[in-house]
């Protein structure tokens, strides 16, 4: 079952309304403040959660006098965040793939956050995307990752490793190839705004974890 997310970070709504049309969800969750995007472009949740500290009351009151969607409402004082608990749900609900909308944004706290959400899923076997009009980040839990030219996200492939350093790591099929390399996280802009030659292009590591970004200007 795919899964969608929507936060209160930025929201680009011709692309989110775009891209979630070709995502093609089997429910919705709606993570406070992105409660707003949603009704504003006429999106139901299948459930609504959060604080509800950053949302506009009135949004938020239509939902609750309404009735007709499940809301679950959670203390601000509290130990996680909006997004993490609809991750939660999400994945109690059987996802086996969520797509985080609005997980991005001025709050680089919260995005810090939402990239280690990624790696939460990727333990419990759940795909998980964070996309944006300009990025598309994942953690691929596989060691070889296979990216054809028509699919990618944008222009600029870039890797970093989650946590520990990757070893083993091999592209090809890139501008700037590698063979066998131990990235670590002191590499700094080595592996920052690679670009597709071939097709496919492959990604192969033996050990670690890998950040996948794809971005675009």
């Known amino acids: 079952m795919r899964a969608a997310i ?7 709504e011709p692309f989110v309304k775009s891209y979630l049309k070709e995502y093609k969800p089997d429910c919705i969750l709606a993570a406070d403040r992105g409660l707003e995007f949603c009704h504003r472009n006429r999106i139901r949740p299948d459930i609504i959660l ?3 500290d950053s949302i506009d009351p ?4 239509t939902y609750e006098e309404d009735g007709g ?9 509290k130990d996680t965040t909006d997004t993490a608990i609809a991750m939660e749900q999400a994945a109690k609900m059987g996802a086996g793939e ?11 706290d919260h995005t810090l956050s939402n990239i280690y959400n990624l790696y939460l899923l ?5 795909r998980g995307q964070i996309v944006d009009a300009c990025n598309r980040i994942t953690l691929p839990a596989e060691k070889e990752i296979l990216l054809k030219k028509e699919e990618q996200f944008g222009k600029y ?5 989650f946590g520990r350093e990757v070893r083993g790591l091999t592209l090809e ?3 700037y190839p590698l063979k066998e390399y131990t990235l670590t996280l002191g590499d700094g802009g080595l592996s920052v705004s690679n670009e597709i030659l071939g097709d496919p292009a492959r990604i192969s590591y033996r050990e670690g974890r890998l950040i996948l970004v794809e971005s675009r200007d």
């Open 6 to 12: 929507f936060s209160g970070g930025t929201l680009d």
């Open 50 to 52: 959060g604080d509800f």
């Open 58 to 61: 009135e949004v938020i009151r």
């Open 69 to 77: 969607i499940p809301i679950r409402r959670f203390n601000p004082v």
């Open 98 to 108: 969520i797509c985080f909308f609005g997980a991005t944004g001025t709050r680089l």
């Open 122 to 126: 990727t333990e419990r076997g759940i």
């Open 157 to 161: 492939v870039s890797c970093f490793p």
């Open 173 to 175: 099929g890139f501008r």
